[in-house]
Each structure stands twice: as structure tokens, then as C-alpha cells.
């Protein structure tokens, strides 16, 4: 682990997490400026949160991580969830400073298990959330989407790892392939349907719609636009994929991505 100059620990990234915060950021300002005067309270939810800041590692630049973009919009409440006890103690270090007076709970556990004290600290009337998760590939299992689902008021703004696991190791022959792998891809796509990819040429279309047929039956709309991360060479990483259940977010995420990061408006 890498420490940053505060002496605490931070993430090693690529140039690609400068692309994914841009698009985070302008959907951050949207929705928590957006909504303020229908929503009273607006709640950030971070998942997969980090320790707040990250190392680019070819340029040696420190960049805030996504806990650090949030704070700097009017969101009026935090719930940050981080698995790792160092992330988490840098996190709350790097956070708290910047509450100026707003309410955060800090969560140590895994993000698929901590329902409870999720719901616990979240005012459900006059409220709504946006839940980023942002794992390292499919830690984020379809259950926990479908019990935001059920009871949550929230957008959701899905990491969805292309390039970094699916392409990957879903081609694998079967033989090639762990049990628990097997069974992650089951929690991450929320049944054995995945299994019949396998006879595809990996291409990002069909495993998106795979992906998206499950979150459009937990009543999900999915934003036109998805954000790809690429890494040096141009390759896929992962994409951004924004579900929500109310049209205006789509509205916001389509002009959350009219300017890449670049400053180039976006031809559609
Ligand atoms: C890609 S990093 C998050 C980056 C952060 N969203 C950002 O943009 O700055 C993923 C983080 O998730 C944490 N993590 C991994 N598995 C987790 C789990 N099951 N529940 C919660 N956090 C987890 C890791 O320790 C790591 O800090």
C-alpha cells in the first residue's frame, strides 16, 4: 500500500480514475443540486469507497477519490462503506474535515452485508439517494442491487468491469474456471445466464444487456450513455452504467456525458 503526502494510506490508479471522477463529479453536482428543492435531504451512499485519495502511477499526482468529490457537493448526508480497516481509518481522516456541518456514517464491512446499518442512518421521507459502487471488478452482487431495489429511494451509478474481469474470464473453458468464480459471476449477475456468453465472442453489447435485463426486471430505467474507461492502449476497462427509477436522472446523466473530460461535446 502506498502512502500519500499526509502520510496515510492511498490507492494506486490509472489516468482512467481522472475520467470516471470527471463523469462522477458532473453527476454529483446534477442530481445534488438538481433535486434540492424537491428533496430536502439527498444522501450520497459510496459502496465501495476507498481511502480518499489515489496515486497516479506514472505521474506520481495525488487526485481525491470519490468520497472526496461528493463532499465537495451539496449532498446533505454521507454513508461511506469500506471493507478494508486502513482504507477506512485514511477515509474518515480525509473526510470528516470536509463535512462543514452535514452528518456522515462510516461503515466497516462488506457493502453486500450491510443492509441494516444502511437503513438505519437513511431518513426515507423527503429523501433520496445516489449509491456509487465502484468496486475493483464484481464485488457488487445483484442481491444487493435488488434489496436497494425494494427499499430505497436512490440512482445507482454501477461500475460494470468489462475489460478487467468479464472479457476476461468469462471464455475461460470450464475446466479453467474456479468454483468461486463461478459462483461470484452467479451473485454478480444475478443467476446462471452469464453461462451461455461463453459461446459468444466477448463484446461489450451482450454482456451489458445481460447485466441490464436483470436491473430493468428489478424496475430499473438504464441511462443511454456509458462512460468507458480505457487504459493506455485504448482498451476497455469498465464502463459506467447509471439505473434509476425516475426519468429526470436519465435526463441528467445524458447531460452529464455531452462533454467528455476532454472538453469535446459528444456526438449522438
Ligand atoms: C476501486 S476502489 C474504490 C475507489 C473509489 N470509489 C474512488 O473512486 O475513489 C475499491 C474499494 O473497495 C474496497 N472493497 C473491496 N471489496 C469490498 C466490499 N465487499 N465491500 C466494501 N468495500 C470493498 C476496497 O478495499 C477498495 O478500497
Known amino acids: 500500500m502506498q502512502l ?22 458532473r453527476y454529483c453536482s446534477m442530481f445534488a443540486v438538481g433535486t434540492s428543492k424537491k428533496w430536502s435531504r439527498r444522501y450520497y451512499i459510496d459502496l465501495f469507497s ?27 448526508d454521507f454513508i461511506f462503506v469500506e471493507a478494508d480497516p486502513e482504507n477506512f481509518e485514511a477515509l474518515k ?18 457493502a453486500n452485508a450491510v443492509f441494516s446499518e444502511i437503513v438505519k442512518n437513511v431518513q426515507q421521507q423527503g ?34 468491469p468489462y475489460g478487467t474481469f468479464l472479457q476476461r474470464v468469462i471464455p475461460q473453458i470450464h475446466t479453467e474456471m474456479t468454483e468461486e468464480t463461478l459462483m461470484e459471476l452467479n451473485e454478480f449477475f ?7 456468453l461463453r459461446a459468444h465472442k466477448p463484446n461489450p453489447r451482450v454482456y451489458l444487456d445481460l447485466y441490464e435485463a436483470r436491473l430493468r426486471e428489478l424496475g430499473y430505467m ?7 474507461m480505457v487504459n493506455s492502449k485504448n482498451a476497455t476497462l469498465y464502463y459506467l452504467v447509471l439505473a434509476s427509477k425516475n ?21 449522438f
Open 222 to 228: 438504464i441511462g443511454d450513455n456509458y462512460p468507458r
Open 127 to 160: 429523501s433520496l439517494s445516489l449509491i456509487f459502487a465502484d468496486p475493483y471488478t464484481i464485488q457488487l452482487k445483484m442481491r444487493t442491487v435488488q434489496w436497494f431495489s425494494e427499499n430505497f429511494r436512490a440512482d445507482l451509478l454501477i461500475h460494470f
Open 190 to 196: 444475478g443467476g446462471t445466464g452469464w453461462q451461455e
Open 50 to 76: 476507498g481511502p480518499g485519495i489515489g496515486i497516479n502511477r506514472e505521474t506520481g499526482q495525488e487526485s481525491p477519490g470519490s468520497p472526496l468529490i461528493a463532499l465537495a457537493n451539496p449532498f446533505t
Open 4 to 25: 500519500a503526502s499526509d502520510g496515510l494510506p492511498a490507492m494506486d490508479v490509472g489516468a482512467w480514475a481522472e475520467n470516471k471522477h470527471y463523469y462522477l463529479n
Open 247 to 267: 426519468e429526470l436522472a436519465l435526463k441528467f446523466w445524458k447531460i452529464t456525458n455531452e462533454i467528455d473530460p476532454y472538453g469535446q461535446r459528444t456526438l
Open 93 to 110: 481522516v480525509r473526510t470528516e474535515p470536509l463535512l462543514n456541518g452535514r452528518h456522515a456514517e462510516y461503515i466497516l464491512g462488506d
